[in-house]
């Protein structure tokens, strides 16, 4: 998998993300030297932890996805029709859209393995 550029959106939305979770982390390190309630503590946590795992969403979600899209992509075009692989690529074609986070490494791993069949398929074919 090669490194990719991200979308400069995304790159404005994490990083906006992570300057209000800096805020709330020099917030809560004031709360404790103020001797603030640690029940009240505990809830800046939480949202911190909230925040830093939707920015993390984002950044996989966006890598992962364009990942595989670009191996569905690399699949439809090495697939002359009769590689044998066709009912699983046109199958990754049309879930695409509907998958979870979750999904997507695994769909991503599906896809490259596709991806190493044909290459060796259409090795041997030319």
């Given at each position: 998998?090669?490194?990719?550029?991200?979308?400069?959106?995304?790159?404005?939305?994490?990083?906006?993300?992570l300057k209000t979770l800096s805020g709330q982390i020099n917030g809560i390190v004031k709360m404790l030297e103020e001797g603030k309630d640690p029940e009240q503590i505990n809830i800046q946590f939480k949202s911190i932890d909230k925040g830093i795992q939707k920015a993390h969403y984002l950044l996989l979600d966006e890598v992962?996805?364009?990942?595989?899209?670009?191996?569905?992509?690399?699949?439809?075009?090495?697939?002359?029709?009769?590689?044998?692989?066709?009912?699983?690529?046109?199958?990754?074609?049309?879930?695409?859209?509907?998958?979870?986070?979750?999904?997507?490494?695994?769909?991503?791993?599906?896809i490259q393995a596709i991806e190493t069949r044909l290459k060796s398929y259409n090795e041997k074919k030319g």
């Open positions: 998998m090669q490194p990719q550029k991200l979308p400069s959106d995304l790159i404005l939305d994490i990083k906006t993300r992962y996805r364009k990942a595989l899209a670009i191996g569905i992509v690399k699949a439809v075009d090495s697939c002359p029709g009769n590689c044998g692989n066709e009912d699983k690529i046109e199958y990754l074609k049309n879930e695409f859209p509907n998958l979870e986070l979750s999904d997507l490494t695994n769909k991503l791993k599906e």
